[in-house]
């Protein structure tokens, strides 16, 4: 294993000004397909909820769709269907868009970690106790201001458990990525493995990078759970005062 990371520890880990490691792409698919899940999960979670159902049915085949497809489907369809269409073929921005693998990757990442949070923040509005929801109501508040001081933090932070996994489920996702000729952590593994023949270490070694970007972003997690759900805890659970 020390060979093979002595002979591909820069495509692994070292990026210069003409080509990123593998490390760095999939830090950059994680990142970019969580934000941009992140941000349209949260109007999306409230239309889930709403009683409208012309806003609530289109959200919920939505999620239906992109959780029940394995994702690797998903990326396959914008990778290879969507450039096979004659109407995408002929859009210079949608041609230049399709063409590009990573952003393919991008935008299947995205779709599918949205479904899933969309529901993960749906639930937790719903979990929202109704004093707090009666309080907000009882000051006067509109529900334009109710769901941005009250429903909104309050559900983000009971849903922090849940969108942690995700996250880390996220990350092992990103492995199909090499479907579309994306060079992340296991596309370089997989040169590796092609040159060498030494299965056990090129992947042993995206092993171990994996799991050390998953024990980092379970230490994130786990501060960002203390600091933001310290008002959960029983009273009883506070740290004892030490003797003198």
């Known amino acids: 294993m020390i060979q093979i990371f002595a002979e591909y520890w820069r495509p692994f880990l070292y990026s210069d000004g003409m080509r990123a490691s593998g490390l760095v792409v999939t830090l950059w698919l994680l990142a970019a397909s969580i934000a941009l899940g992140f941000c349209a999960a949260v109007p ?16 919920r085949i939505y999620t239906y769709v992109f959780r029940g497809t394995p994702l690797y489907v998903q990326l ?9 269409l004659e109407f995408v073929r002929t859009q210079s921005l949608l041609e230049a868009f399709f063409r590009s693998g990573f952003n393919c ?8 970690t949205c479904a899933y949070t969309t529901e993960i923040f749906a639930g937790a509005i719903r979990a929202i106790p109704h004093g707090e929801v ?17 429903i909104l933090p309050s559900a983000l932070r009971r849903a922090l458990p849940l969108y942690s996994n995700e996250v880390i489920l ?21 040169d590796a493995n092609s040159a060498t023949y030494q299965s056990f270490e090129s992947f042993g070694i995206a092993a171990l990078l994996y799991l050390a970007i998953s024990f980092a ?28």
Not at 44 to 59: E, G, Y
Not at 136 to 142: I, N, T, V
Not at 170 to 190: E, G, N, Q, S, Y
């Open 44 to 59: 999306l979670a409230c239309a889930r909820v709403s009683r409208n159902r012309w806003l609530s049915t289109p959200v």
């Open 105 to 112: 990757a991008i935008l299947a990442f995205a779709l599918n």
């Open 170 to 190: 996220m990350l092992h996702a990103t492995t199909v990525a090499f479907t579309a000729t994306v060079p992340d952590i296991l596309k370089v593994a997989r």
């Open 217 to 244: 972003l379970v230490a994130a997690f786990r501060r960002a759970e203390q600091h933001w759900l310290a008002y959960l805890r029983p009273a009883g659970a506070a740290r004892p005062a030490r003797r003198a």
């Open 134 to 150: 009666e309080a907000a109501r009882a000051y006067g508040m509109s529900t334009f201001t109710m769901y941005r001081r009250v």
């Open 76 to 84: 396959l369809l914008l990778y290879t269907g969507m450039y096979s």
